[in-house]
């Protein structure tokens, strides 16, 4: 049965909350993947960032719904929302959009649970690491690879 350790990409591209959103793109577009780690100044994995985190800083601002009663204003849904909104839309730094904590797995996870993770959580990039020491990453193109 074929490892993560068979299937992964060792020469990883990582980036850190600082970097900016511009410069990500570039990274994505330029190497063609859909979603790097972020790792902190240890170089320890602390999160992924991905094109749907990039997608999803470009959607439009959801205005709340609130109706007015005796000259008070009272939302109708969750006052979280739209602080995350206005979050999201004045990010200039992957530490603005990343998603945290990463989920990850070890060099000898079976191939077959990688897959079942990627699909039902809807990853496209999973870390390989031991003992905190990013090791490589497998994306999507790493298990149709090891199909063929």
Known sequence: MLKASDIMT?????????????????VLLQNNISGVPVV???GA????????DLVEFNKPLHIPTVFVILDSIIPME???RLHKDLK?????????IYSHPATSVGPDADVTEIARIMSENKY???PVVDD???????????????LA
């Open 78 to 80: 969750n006052p979280w």
């Open 45 to 52: 994995v602390i999160g992924i960032v991905s094109e749907s």
């Open 132 to 146: 905190e020491k990013l090791l490589g990453v497998i994306g999507k193109v790493d298990i149709v690879r090891s």
């Open 10 to 26: 060792k020469d990883v591209i990582t980036v850190t909350i600082e970097t900016p959103i511009r410069e990500l793109a570039q």
């Open 40 to 42: 902190d100044e240890e």
């Open 88 to 96: 999201r839309i004045a990010a200039t730094k992957v530490g603005d």
């Open 124 to 126: 496209y990039t999973i």
